[in-house]
């Protein structure tokens, strides 16, 4: 799987849109994009995933650039119960879900 | 539905004991996984199956026993554990293999002395 580069941290006012980029330059093209958070102490919770056009769920919206190398999840308004730490994962058709270190998204009131 | 249950929540063990951490998931899913997680650190992937009685290694293997005999259950085994094997271990299970999402379950806390 490729390996992802997120910014280590980044802040947020609160009501305000969080985007959390994400750079995956070696991304292949049958690769999806997940992103996971983490609330602190507890387990990992699934947000969103794509392969090459644009979703939105409930949770959030993942925008991924044409070329694929790189993609941002957008949090439209972001509340205070989104603090928490941002897992951007690329994943083939592999059994191994590798987690690298995220962001730490702190939304301040 | 319960979801993915881990048990225990805490457990503190000495050099050298040894301990099955649980998981039990009741969605009927395939894949499960067992992962580590310590201080400041992303989760590495301990051991994985894609069914009953089909495990594999994942990052971090060294320490730990895994079996799948039934499809909802993945117990994980420490047989002599050792305190650099402290950290919060979480379970995760989803439907198929590829491509699917992960449920995760709350994590066992452990601490070795």
């Known amino acids: 799987d490729a390996k992802t580069t997120q910014p280590t941290s980044m802040d947020c006012a609160e009501g305000r849109a969080a985007n959390l980029p994400c750079n995956h330059s070696t991304i292949s093209g049958n690769e999806y994009v997940y992103w996971y958070r983490q609330i602190h102490s507890q387990g990992p919770q699934y947000i969103i995933h794509g392969l090459k056009n644009n979703e939105t769920n409930e949770m959030a919206s993942l925008i991924i650039t044409e070329d694929r190398k790189s993609s941002t999840l957008i949090l439209p308004h972001a509340t205070l119960r989104d603090t928490a730490v941002y897992y951007c994962i690329a994943r083939g058709a592999t059994n191994k879900l590798i987690f690298g270190t995220g962001t730490l998204l702190a939304v301040q009131p | 539905n319960a979801g993915v249950t881990q048990t225990p929540k805490f457990q503190v063990l000495k050099t050298g004991q040894s301990m099955t951490l649980q998981c039990a998931q009741d969605?009927?899913?395939?894949?499960m996984s067992w992962y580590r997680q310590d201080p400041g650190m992303g989760l590495r992937l301990i051991h994985y199956?894609?069914?009953?009685?089909?495990?594999d290694q994942g990052e971090v293997p060294n320490g730990y026993n895994v079996s799948r005999s039934t499809t909802e259950d993945f117990p994980l085994r420490l047989l002599s554990a050792a305190p650099s094997q402290t950290s919060v271990y979480f379970c995760a299970s989803s439907y198929g293999s590829v491509n699917e999402k992960l449920f995760f379950g709350s994590g066992t806390q452990l601490s070795v002395l």
């Open positions: 969605m009927n899913h395939e894949y």
């Open positions: 199956s894609v069914g009953a009685g089909i495990t």
